[in-house]
């Protein structure tokens, strides 16, 4: 057997620390004083900016959920390379507290049961919106697997429909309650404070609200910049298919809340789908 394709880590030292001690330390310093009871997740919605900026929002969703041994992750695909529905069906993904294997059983039984997605590694190479989600899985949890799907293309009925067919996959194989589906996004981009807040609070209750079709036609027709639409509604469609009856939001901030300039900011929503 040949040596299995690595996926070296390109966000580390730029979007999170690329030393594992400095890393831990950083994502450790987002745990909430106050512990909450943990609690079974379908799915999340977690940010994907630098932790400087993000990392306050996604540790304090994930810190609320029990991580599950297999995790589905859907990002969007910032760089344009790669095929418009890409996932990895085999490899490990590096982080720098290691390497986190590719589910290829899952990968593939999605592949199988989906006309859309394709086995693509190009997509993946360059892209952070699913590499900076590992490190704080592994915080959290360390032995998990991954199925690595890129997503860049906003045409609604084809995002539900591979929804669809990543939740039958999940059921064909029984996996249920194994499965933790994410779906990788930022909200608003580069907006005043006021105006950011208006619309990612439109785009925050339509996920709420269960409802892909609202958050599609709240975020195209609003001019909504939310990178991780596509991710989104894939993944509402599939929590959906497998059960979900109800949406909590965990923690909203802007970048600005950080950096003290409301001038031009990022939204970040946490939001966990039961």
């Not at 609690?39 to 919605?45: E, G, K, M, S």
């Amino acid at each position: 057997m040949g040596k299995p394709d690595i996926r070296m880590a390109v966000a580390a030292g730029y979007f999170y620390p690329a030393s594992p001690g400095e890393l831990n330390r950083q994502i450790r310093s987002f745990i909430p004083d106050q512990v909450h009871s943990k609690h079974t997740a379908l799915a999340c919605l977690l940010p994907h900016a630098g932790y400087t900026y993000s990392g306050n929002v996604a540790v304090k969703t994930l810190s609320r959920i029990n991580i599950r041994e297999k995790i589905i992750l859907i990002g969007p695909n910032h760089t344009g390379r790669g095929l418009p529905f890409s996932i990895m069906a085999e490899g490990l993904w590096q982080t720098p507290l290691g390497e986190v294997e590719i589910d290829s059983a899952l990968a593939k039984e999605i592949l199988s049961g989906c006309r859309y997605l394709k086995t693509d590694k190009a997509a993946h190479a360059d892209e952070h919106s699913l590499e900076v989600e590992l490190p704080l899985l592994q915080y959290f949890r360390k032995d998990f697997t991954i199925v690595p799907i890129s997503v860049m293309h906003q045409q609604a009925d084809i995002l539900k429909e591979i929804g669809k067919d990543i939740a039958a996959a999940i059921k064909r194989r029984k996996e249920e309650n194994s499965v933790l589906i994410i779906a990788s996004s930022d909200l608003t981009h580069y907006e005043p404070q006021v105006a950011a807040e208006k619309k990612d609070d439109a785009v925050i209750g339509a996920i709420l609200k269960l409802d892909a079709d609202k958050l599609m036609e709240r975020v195209l027709g609003l001019n909504i910049s939310m990178c991780g639409l596509a991710p989104a509604v894939i993944m509402l469609s599939a929590a959906l298919e497998l059960g979900a009856s109800r949406a909590e939001l965990v923690k909203y901030q802007t970048s600005g809340d950080v950096t003290k300039d409301k001038d031009s900011v990022v939204g970040y929503a946490g939001i966990t789908i039961n």
